[in-house]
């Protein structure tokens, strides 16, 4: 069970429409500008896992996106450089 949860919460993680295109910007002078884009909410819509019809909508500060997009790799990085199979092997 802890196998298929793992694989399926690795599986989101891939096939999450992340943007992974960052635009080259100047540096900026005014430091308000940055803070009021960090606080802009962007609401994104996902697929329920194992329905076609079901959709959840989640909206979240684009600072809040940011760590979650972070978290994320960190983990999947985690998960593929401690590639144990468990006691049972693989």
């Given amino acids: 069970m802890a196998r298929i949860s793992a694989l399926a919460l690795a599986s989101m993680i891939v096939l ?23 606080d802009r909410v962007i609401c994104k819509t996902t697929e329920e896992l194992g329905t076609r019809l079901k959709r959840n909508r989640v909206c979240k500060t ?23 199979c468990g006691v049972d092997g693989c």
């Avoid at 999450?16 to 100047?26: F, G, I, K, T």
């Avoid at 809040?64 to 144990?84: C, F, V, Y």
Wanted: net charge neutral.
């Fill in 16 to 38: 999450a429409p992340v943007s992974l295109h960052a635009a080259d910007e100047p540096a900026k002078a005014d430091p308000a500008s940055d803070k009021a884009k960090s």
């Fill in 62 to 84: 684009a600072a809040e996106w940011n760590t979650e997009r972070q978290e994320n790799r960190a983990m999947l990085q985690r998960m593929q450089t401690n590639k144990s």
